[in-house]
């Protein structure tokens, strides 16, 4: 951390600098745009905010097909998410996938403001399309006081208003993709109203991964009165994606397109059919109300209902799903600050029911099982306004979560719980605004996360009555900020985050998993992104050029971790890759033409905790060109691009410390895509 301070306080020195000297230049300089951060409810621009945060907007997913914010994401320093499958999405943020063997954990997502993770700790991710949010923010570390308990991050997405009209776009692929969409828009000075239906269908790179969805969706804002605002979003999404398994290097090295062949272990995922099934129905209300310029309260609800299907190698799974829950926050505003409080509570009730898998159908049934959830956590933060452009934040939550587990296809009934302890997490957070173009900060925040439902009752078939939560404690010190004359962008972030009772994954031959407690982590990172949008003559070709660079470092290790009388204290944690490092040129021309050519390089991968194997590393290359045009009342995009041009063979979303070296999901070699998108506003 004390080389990490020098390297900062340098930078800052050097961009001080810097920007002093280029702020006499002319006003005529192109000046790089901020936007408005709503993490944390700072509500302003990013050089203010003391926290670390990604944000990925509409332009961001526009470099790449549109068909996934995978890549988009991706670009974010200390962001990592993985396919292992058409549809089937992992996400970590400053950290490993070892507690997702599929889904997002540890992870708390947001819609429009309300949680879209389920009490259990789990979330759907993949029931969105890409229209179904325009801007996402991602909050690394530890999102203590406002998002309760959790030591993996929380990312915001949200929709962004649009003019009155219409669009409809499609896009089309190697490998069967097909994706087209239709949006209609309304907006007035009362009303902001956006309905949208998405389909998207693929027959997958790999035997057995074919996928296809549809999504309906709603969002809408109606001004009640001169102080009220209603709000609605309302997602149904009818998912469905098969699963190949992973394979084992030599199987990998001689057909990286089969699916995972049956063997001693069992049979295979063609044989059985492996497939999910997933039919969601989300709801959302809420309500802003401010009785006057100090005090305002925004306060939501939302339900949801799941109908989950999923035969596997081992068995044929069913689970019908529902979940409400509600959000507050009250606000005060005064003249050196504000203070935020309130609370959240959620509620899920799941009937599991595990059957034999008969080539795809159900078979005998072998267990019976019912899951009830409740977690809930009360916050609070006050900002404060320093003298000498000085901002701190205090912020703390009490977090609970109940575990109620019955089994009902024993005689008698085998009855559980886990009522977890009532825990306080507490964030503070500092920042100095040295001058117009340079801001320091630093921070310090305990996490607390406790055993999603999915942990807890895992694939191996039984309800765990030992595992215990995460704690964890993260220090970061970061410096942002512009220069020559505000054409550079940049942000640097290092950071120490020591994680105690860490939750790693097993895994059974049959490909059942279970989870267990692995001592100490320590995850010690450095975050790096810039950009570079030059100064353009009015008479430019270039109506738009950017340079732009984010790389990621990960000192992760193990401590304290013994398995089978062998000490992995030292080794490498298992997921993640210790250098990634990311770059892009964005590129338009006056006439409408433009360009976005990406790069990534990934660092090696620890797949076992042992370290005895790595996945290699490699480099990805993408591009994107087209034409695109905006007229009075019409827009229009048409283009075309490739990704993974080099051709590379590599595996994006390894199955972690998996028995008999199945390891890798291998992801498609070079593929083309191209598609177009028009729309129409209303004057």
Known sequence: MIRGL???????????AVAQQESRLADSTKVLSEVVIEAYQYDRTLSEIPASIGLVNEKDIQRFNATSILPAINTVPGVRMEERSPGSYRLAIRGSSLRSPFGVRNVKVYWNGLPFTDAGGNTYINLFDQTSFQQAEIVKGPGTSLYGAGTGGVLLLKN?????????GATVGSYGLLQYNAQANLQDENTSIRIGYAHQESDGYRQQTKMARDVIQAQGNFAVNEKGTLSTSILYSDLYYQTPGALTRQLFDADPKQARPSGAAGPGAVEQHATIYNKTFY?????????????SNRTGVYGTVTKFDNPTIRNYERRAEQGFGGRTNTQYDFTKGKVNFGGEYQHSFSPVKVYFNE???IGALQTDDEISISTYFAFAQAELFLPHNFFVTLGASLNKLNVDFIRLSDTPAFEADRNFDLVFSPRIALLKKVNSDLSIHASYSQGYSPPTVQELYPSAGYFDQSLKPERGNNIELGVRGTALNKTLSFDVVVYNFNLDETIVVRRLEDSGEYFVNSGETNQRGAEVQLGW??????QSLLADFRIWTSYTFNDYTFDNYEKDGVSFDGNDLTGVA???????????????????VNYTYTDRIPLNDANTEYADSYSLLTGRAGFRKAWKNLSLDIFGGVDNALDEKYSLGNDL?????RYYNAAPGINYFGGVKTGWTLE
């Open 283 to 295: 709801s959302g209300l809420s309500y802003n109300y401010r009785w006057n310029n100090k005090w």
């Open 578 to 596: 210790r250098n990634i490092g990311v770059a892009g040129i964005d590129a338009l021309i006056a006439l409408g033409l433009y360009v976005n």
């Open 533 to 538: 949008s030059p100064t353009l003559a009015p």
């Open 160 to 168: 962004t208003p649009a003019k009155s009209g219409a669009s409809i």
């Open 359 to 361: 080539a795809g159908q």
């Open 6 to 16: 020098i390297l900062i306080i340098g930078i800052a020195s050097a961009f001080s």
């Open 657 to 661: 410390n998996a028995i008999g070296g």
